[in-house]
């Protein structure tokens, strides 16, 4: 099993940029598939980004060229920066952890949430 803690939301402004930041507890993150999820209001949650043990990336067509997903197995912590941000980046952004390792999931844990808010 792995815990993960999600750090670093806050109220920014439109074109600003952000780091969300995800911790994890357990000996074999660096075993994990990792995904950042948004979930807007009103709007269900959807995969925003992705980062595999071998650190290929994916990214959905809402982030693609924005965001950049990353992981730092040494410190047991996945990161998403956003850059250029948007009024529809709001939301509560989520890290979570498939138990199979795969970009597809599913997801089995998750982080508590982030909430970002972008002023226009």
């Known amino acids: 099993q792995v815990q993960l803690v999600d750090s670093g939301g806050g109220l920014v402004q439109t074109g600003g940029s952000l780091r969300l930041s995800c911790a994890a507890s357990?000996?074999?993150?660096?075993?994990?598939?990792m995904g950042w999820f948004r979930q807007a209001p009103g709007k269900q949650r959807e995969l925003v980004a992705a980062?595999?043990?071998?650190?290929?990336?994916y990214y959905a067509d809402s982030g693609k060229g924005r965001f950049t997903i990353s992981r730092d197995n040494a410190k047991n912590t996945v990161y998403l920066q956003i850059n250029s941000l948007k009024p529809e980046d709001t939301g509560f952004y989520y890290c979570?952890?498939?138990?199979?390792?795969?970009?597809?999931?599913?997801?089995?844990?998750w982080g508590q949430g982030a909430q970002v808010t972008v002023s226009s």
């Open positions: 979570a952890a498939p138990a199979p390792p795969v970009v597809s999931g599913p997801y089995d844990y």
């Open positions: 357990g000996r074999t993150f660096n075993s994990y598939t």
């Open positions: 980062i595999t043990r071998t650190y290929a990336e």
